[in-house]
């Protein structure tokens, strides 16, 4: 089965930068997915990790440490747009998803 | 149609009445899935098809039931719903179940609620 835990919510100033954590026990791991999720809206694909290290894409980075069982997605330049929620999800050696419950971030003027 | 669409939108239903959401992908991905959504717990996976003819349950399988009859279309079945199986349902789907990536793509959602 899977563990994965990420905080709840955050908040932060446009413009500023805001790093989301998310932990994960698992047995068997085939790489590290996270979704942007507007309310009401279905979850959008950001980005994915399987080997250690950062992936950048834009305003978006995500990090990863097998060895530590641990990821963050780190938004720079925060606008408005990206509040949201942002679910981190493990996939696992039966390539399965496993999702968190999710971080609702907001982002205030 | 690009992408996936699910139908209906949204229902309300009478407990212990049956009902069948649709899903239908006309990306031709192999592998498609069933979550279900609720507040506070996430994404959890109810059934699962990684190829067409073939199905496999989720975490939370129990209520629910699925065919793959072709490539495009995944119905899930509520055969007698009940009021814990009120939530937003998606569907989604990927190129092949394993492969290197394998990002999976989600379709709008369906809010049921069973009263």
């Known amino acids: 089965g899977q563990n994965i835990d990420q905080p709840t919510e955050m908040t932060a100033t446009e413009g500023a930068i805001v790093q989301i954590n998310c932990t994960y026990q698992t047995s068997g791991f085939n790489g590290l997915f996270w979704y942007q999720q507007h309310a009401g809206e279905a979850p959008t694909f950001l980005s994915y990790n399987v080997l250690d290290g950062l992936e950048e894409k834009g305003r978006f980075s995500s990090f990863l440490s097998r060895s530590k069982g641990y990821s963050y997605l780190l938004l720079k330049e925060l606008q408005m747009k990206d509040s949201a929620s942002y679910l981190c999800a493990v996939r696992d050696g039966d390539y399965k998803l496993s999702f968190g419950a999710g971080t609702t971030v907001t982002v205030r003027a | 149609i690009a992408g996936i669409t699910q139908a209906p939108t949204s229902q309300i239903l009478a407990a212990g009445r049956r009902m069948t959401l649709r899903c239908t992908q006309d990306?031709?991905?192999?592998?498609m899935y069933w979550y279900r959504q609720d507040l506070g717990l996430g994404l959890r996976l109810i059934h699962y098809?990684?190829?067409?003819?073939?199905?496999g349950k989720g975490e939370v399988p129990d209520g629910y039931s699925v065919s793959r009859a072709n490539t495009d279309d995944f119905p899930l079945t509520l055969a007698s719903a009940v009021p814990s199986q009120t939530s937003v349902y998606f569907c989604?789907?990927?190129?092949?179940?394993?492969?290197?990536?394998?990002?999976?793509?989600f379709g709008p959602g369906t809010r049921l609620t069973v009263l």
């Open positions: 098809s990684n190829t067409a003819g073939t199905t």
């Open positions: 990306m031709r991905h192999n592998a």
């Open positions: 989604a789907s990927s190129a092949q179940a394993g492969g290197s990536t394998d990002t999976q793509y």
